[in-house]
Each structure stands twice: as structure tokens, then as C-alpha cells.
């Protein structure tokens, strides 16, 4: 967790955003020098302090991880084999049921009533959906298996903690079929999305919020689909969300984003426009 001050906060909140590990990464996301801003002293744990006066603003990002890696996913869309689209989707769904994430909502909800953030940037917050197979390229699966949103703010909720959805982002949309049962083919969907919580009683229910405002970036990666004509794509978007908070008459953007993969200078450009 890190705590923030009301003063010049915009830097520090991309600052600590970026050094704060992922859950269920075994790598630290690391900014380049160039997005470390003077303001925010980065520790070993990955929180930070502010060296700024004002009231403390105690914040939480987490990457909620969706479950799997969807490498092969992609790569088996990409060579247009239904068979070898059908086995990677099927592996990707075992590893979701596998790392349990209603289990893992648990530790989070703990890990929140110890730190009680009065906000919350969430990645990966995952929705995963089921429905007939069907050769439709549209994700249209609505059958809900798996909700991240809905099941940390339940576990919160059986602790007495009060949180809110602030922003709430979709991102990527797509869906393969693959078996979730023996002999059972179904269209197997996950939507991406980006989520800002607010505490909503006791000190968050003194912050002021205005001015919410989500969005995707409008570079993204865009992998093609074998075998379609014209040549479809799985388009992964990524997204910010973001919301004006003043705690004591003084006013600091707080940004939850989510970058793709990829060189450290694009991050830091995604960045600067989010912060423009």
C-alpha cells in the first residue's frame, strides 16, 4: 500500500503504480528511470512515501491476475487450427478453475481490512462467461462462470468493509470454444477490466470525488485470426480509469491503468498522454 499527500500527487500515483508487484506475477513491474518521478521514494517492498506535506492519503493497486497465461490461446487463434485452438482454450480454462480465485479474493479482502485504502486500482479484474459454441467471431457468451469484481466486493462485504465501484474500464473481449467438462464444448469468454474502488464509510466517506473518466488507448495489440477471410483480429485493448479526489480542499488525480507487454519508453509515452 502507499500513502499520498495532496500535494503534486499526480506523479507520485504513476510513480508507485508502477513498482507495486502484480499478484501472481513472479516479476515486479520496474519503470524506467525516466518514469520515476522526484517526488515518491520507491521502497524495497514496493510502497512509497511521499516527501510532500498534507494529509495522508493511504491507496492500493493490485493486478487481480486473470489465471493463465493466454500465450498459447492467442498463438493457436493466430494459426487458425480448430483443434489446436479447442486444447490450448481447454489448458487456459483448467489453470483458471485452478488458481482459485474466490480463494485468492480472500487473501486480498484480508490484505485490504489490515492496510483499509480509501482507494483501490485493480487490474485483471476478470469476467469470465460461458455459452454455446458457434462459429460466430462476436463474443457473445453470457452464461457469467467467474465475476472478480463480484466476488472480492462479496468478501469485502463479509468483513464489514464498504467499497464502491469509482471507474469501472473494459478492455479486450474474446472468446474460443474449449471443453469446460468431458464432452462438453462451449464458447469459453473473458473481458478484461480495469477498477477503481472507494471506501465508502468512516474516512473515505469524506473524500470528495468528482470527475470520473475511463478510456482505452488507441494503440494496442491486434493479432490476427487464421483462416478467416477477410482477415478477422483479437484486438487487446488496454485502458485507464481515473477520478479527482480532494481530501482537504486541495485536489489529486488518481490513475489505475494497465499497460501491455512491451518496451519501457511506450509505457512511459501511455503514460504521459494519460496524465496530459
Not at 483479437?234 to 479527482?244: A, H, P, Q, T, Y
Request: with cysteine; aromatic share 6%.
Amino acid at each position: 500500500m502507499a500513502m499520498f499527500t495532496a500535494n503534486d500527487p499526480l506523479a507520485m500515483v504513476l510513480a508507485c503504480a508502477g513498482v507495486v508487484p502484480a499478484q501472481g506475477s513472479t516479476t515486479p513491474t520496474t519503470p524506467a528511470p525516466e518514469q520515476q518521478s522526484s517526488t515518491a521514494n520507491a521502497l524495497p517492498n514496493g510502497n512509497c512515501t511521499s516527501t510532500t506535506y498534507g494529509p495522508p492519503i493511504p491507496v492500493m493497486t493490485r493486478n487481480l491476475y486473470l489465471g493463465a497465461d493466454l500465450s498459447p490461446v492467442l498463438a493457436a487463434a493466430s494459426s487458425g487450427d480448430p483443434t489446436a485452438i479447442v486444447k490450448a482454450t481447454t489448458d487456459a480454462w483448467q489453470h483458471v478453475k485452478a488458481t482459485n480465485f474466490p480463494e485468492r479474493a480472500e487473501a486480498i479482502a484480508d490484505e485490504i481490512e489490515q492496510s483499509e485504502p480509501l482507494l483501490v486500482g485493480l487490474q485483471e479484474v476478470s469476467l469470465f462467461r460461458t455459452g454455446p459454441a458457434d462459429t460466430s467471431l462476436i463474443p457473445n457468451a453470457t452464461n457469467v462462470e467467474y465475476d472478480y469484481l463480484d466476488i472480492l466486493l462479496r468478501a469485502l462485504d463479509e468483513r464489514g468493509l464498504h467499497y464502491a465501484v469509482v471507474t469501472e474500464t473494459d478492455e479486450a473481449d474474446a472468446e474460443t470454444p474449449g471443453f469446460t467438462a468431458p464432452g462438453v464444448l462451449q464458447d469459453i469468454r473473458l473481458t478484461d477490466r480495469d477498477v477503481i474502488l472507494r471506501r465508502t464509510d468512516g474516512l473515505g466517506s469524506k473524500l470528495q470525488l468528482s470527475n470520473p473518466q475511463t478510456g482505452q488507448y488507441v494503440a494496442h495489440a491486434s493479432l490476427p485470426i487464421g483462416g478467416t477471410t477477410p482477415t478477422q483480429y483479437i484486438d487487446l485493448w488496454r485502458g485507464w480509469g481515473s477520478v479527482d479526489v480532494t481530501p482537504s480542499g486541495q485536489t489529486f488525480r488518481f490513475i489505475n491503468t494497465h499497460l501491455e507487454q512491451g518496451g519501457t519508453s511506450k509505457r512511459y509515452k501511455l503514460l504521459k498522454a494519460t496524465s496530459s
